[in-house]
């Protein structure tokens, strides 16, 4: 029974438009309501600016600009989960993240050639959970290597 365990996945299950995805709950670190976010000149459109998070200035991704999903008003369901890609740490404002869930690694399957509008650069995998589809995102595919280094140039600003 423990080997069982150990093989499933714990993912946080957040929603963007009308589809369900999923991030490991080891690279999350906390789930924020929607704050007043700092924009920060000269920054790709999908980086909203940084926030003060406990002390800490952190940056902020949209994820519907990041995968070309329309954009929509901020809701009271509107959440910032801070994950944590490539040693730095970066909120993702997604439309709504409440559950917490196993899943078996046998319910995954590799991403699809083709998913929608999101480039599957970004898609670890899909797992079906009775009729229900969760997309699993890499997110250090979120991310570009050149991204990184902007957004850990917005992080070390805060040292100064």
């Known amino acids: ?9 714990k993912v946080i299950v957040f929603r963007l438009k009308d589809e369900e995805y999923g991030v490991p709950v080891q ?7 929607m704050q007043h976010i700092t924009r920060v000149p000269n920054t790709p459109e999908f980086v909203k600016g940084v926030i003060n ?3 800490v200035v952190t940056p902020i991704l949209d994820l519907r600009k990041r995968f070309g999903i329309e954009n929509v ?3 009271e369901s509107t959440r910032i989960i ?3 890609v490539d040693d730095i740490e970066v909120g993702l404002i997604v439309d709504a993240a409440n559950d917490v869930i196993d899943i078996p690694t046998d319910a995954i399957e590799p991403a699809p ?3 929608g509008t999101i480039d599957d650069d970004y898609i ?11 997309v ?25």
């Open 73 to 75: 008003d901020y809701t």
């Open 1 to 9: 029974m423990a080997e069982s365990i150990a093989q499933d996945l």
């Open 27 to 33: 690279q999350v670190g906390s789930i924020e309501r």
């Open 136 to 160: 699993l995102l890499d997110l250090k595919n979120t991310l570009s290597h050149g991204e990184v280094k902007e957004i850990k140039t917005m992080e070390g600003s805060r040292e100064q």
């Open 124 to 134: 670890h995998g899909v797992a079906k959970l009775d009729k229900r589809l969760l």
């Open 53 to 55: 998070l406990r002390g």
């Open 82 to 84: 801070i994950v944590y």
């Open 113 to 115: 050639e083709v998913v």
